[in-house]
């Protein structure tokens, strides 16, 4: 179980960051302390260098005024007075013999390097070498310098006091460096878990939306970061899946109830005339009447194939070129008598020359349905117009305004959504997909379809479709051939 927990963590993002956190902060520290350690030694190097060139300076000054003896007794009283360990006194023939030693010389193991020798009496400049004497863990900075004619000394200092300071040095980096490694992982710790907590949020939402709660949302912080961003994009996304969800389902229940209707009504009649019949005519009339719910019901389905295709744009739109003055003349012809039989005044008010591109056939269903539903709506005595705009910004419109019933606030948008029908008890007899039919097509056609309406005083369905010009679409259907 902890085994689990602990590879889980392991194999966390925040465990992940911090880790990088960590590390990155140990990495530039460690190069940091590199460098520092480096500098350090540079400096101590060469301070005691210095020190060496100056004391060879010193006792090249002695030698001049006092000679040998005044430098060896300077060097035992230098011996005398503790500087025994501390430094190395010799004096040294130009053959690197070696002459006279400063106090009981606590460094006899020191050599003389007679390449250092030759190197001095070669440039004339002081050399100076590092001996390491590795079974005394003790270290000497050693200068060659001739102090006189025919005088070499050689003089060493010992680096016991700059290698404690070292490793003093080398102690405090690293437990310091221990201490804020382990506070970089806890801070980086702290940070990944802050930044991703809003991710660990969106995460328990969705697996709850998965597990079937569509109410569920992820978690906005309020802080307006990225995790807050994508948050509000997936609730957003959410909200439009939730409605998509419920329009599929209650679409889904309106094709049932809508299929059901008609099926119920041929079952019912059959089942009449087979218990009731007793003349040729009743089962004529029976399959009368089923033949005529079976158009409604193709005419429901051919309607609903149609829309879905037409939005897809599986169903291609046959460009002719159509006068919409003279298919909505028509279209209005066509209405006149269903709304004198409604006792309903209908006009058609024509507008300047409006050619536009596209199917004759799908722009008549347009039409039909808009004035179908101008006339079902409105009540004896009133009136419906028909209007066609000239152009503006290359587009054409064709109002359907009627003096009927209206249309609820709440409703206007929801009407072109297919099977929607409002209140049924202001709703004529409909399949509730003329509205989707006519939107689908104008859609098709480059256009769009809005409504404005008054509830009890009238609509108004206005059709926007783009213009072409002449030439454009003589150019068009030549070179597809129509
Ligand atoms: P239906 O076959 O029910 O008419 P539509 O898609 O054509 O289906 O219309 C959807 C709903 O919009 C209708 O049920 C009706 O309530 C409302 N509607 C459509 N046109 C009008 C109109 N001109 N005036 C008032 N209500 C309308």
Same mark, same amino acid.
């Given at each position: 179980m902890f085994l689990k927990r602990l590879t889980a963590l392991s194999r966390s993002l925040a465990f992940r960051l911090t880790l990088w956190y960590a590390g990155i902060f140990a990495l530039s520290s460690c190069l940091a302390f590199v460098f520092f350690y480096y500098l350090v030694i540079d400096v101590l190097r060469e301070q005691t260098d210095d020190n060496l060139r100056r004391q060879l300076a010193a006792f090249s000054g002695i030698m001049q005024v006092d000679g040998i003896t005044g430098v060896q007794q300077v060097a035992a009283m230098d011996a005398l007075s503790g500087g025994d360990k501390k430094r190395l006194i010799r004096l040294l023939s130009r &053959?690197?013999?070696? &002459?006279s030693v400063g106090g009981r010389d606590y460094w006899q193991d020191v050599g003389v390097n007679a390449e250092a020798i030759r190197d001095l009496l070669t440039s004339g400049a002081p050399v100076i070498e590092t001996v390491v004497l590795g079974e005394r863990k003790d270290s000497l900075r050693i200068i060659y310098g001739?102090? !006189?004619?025919?005088v070499i000394m050689q003089l060493g200092h010992s680096l016991a006091e700059e290698i404690r300071l070292i490793n003093a040095f080398q102690r405090l980096f690293l437990t310091t460096i221990g201490i804020f490694c382990l506070l970089a992982a806890a801070i980086g710790w702290f940070l990944a878990r802050r930044a991703l907590s809003g991710v660990g949020g969106i995460a328990a939402a969705a697996r709850k939306i998965s597990g079937g709660d569509l109410q569920t949302r992820a978690p906005i912080s309020? /802080?307006?970061?990225e995790i807050d961003q994508l948050a509000g994009t997936l609730n957003h996304m959410l909200d439009r899946i939730q409605t998509l969800v419920r329009g599929i389902g209650e679409m889904s229940d309106n094709i049932a109830h809508d299929l059901k209707s008609p099926v119920t009504r041929i079952r019912g009649l059959a089942e009449i005339t087979l218990t009731t019949a007793q003349t040729d005519d009743d089962y004529q009339n029976m399959a009368a009447n089923t033949i005529e719910e079976c158009d409604r019901l193709l005419e429901m389905i051919n309607a609903m194939l149609f829309i879905s295709r037409t939005e897809a744009g599986v169903r291609e739109v046959r460009p002719e070129a159509v006068d919409l003055n003279a298919l909505v003349g028509d279209a209005v012809q066509l209405f006149e008598t269903t709304a004198v039989d409604k006792h309903l005044a209908l006009s058609f008010e024509a507008g300047p020359h409006a050619r536009i591109r596209g199917d004759a056939r799908m722009l008549q269903r347009m039409i039909a349905n808009l004035l179908d539903n101008a006339i079902r709506y409105t009540p004896a005595g009133g009136q419906v117009t028909v209007t066609l705009h000239g152009a503006a910004n290359d587009r054409v419109q064709v109002d359907f305004s009627d003096t009927g019933i209206g249309i609820a606030e709440d409703d206007r948008e929801r009407i072109? *959504? /297919? &099977?929607y029908r409002c209140d049924p008890s202001r709703s *004529?007899?409909?399949? !509730?997909?003329g509205l989707s039919l006519a939107r689908a097509v104008a859609r098709a056609h480059g256009g769009d379809i809005t409504v404005k309406s008054t509830l009890g005083e009238g609509s108004i369905f206005s059709v926007r479709l783009p213009l072409v010009p002449d030439s454009q679409i003589e150019k068009d259907l030549s070179s597809t051939g129509k």
């Open positions: &053959f690197g013999t070696q &002459f001739v102090i !006189g004619p025919g309020g /802080r307006q970061d072109f *959504e /297919r &099977f *004529e007899s409909g399949s !509730g997909l």
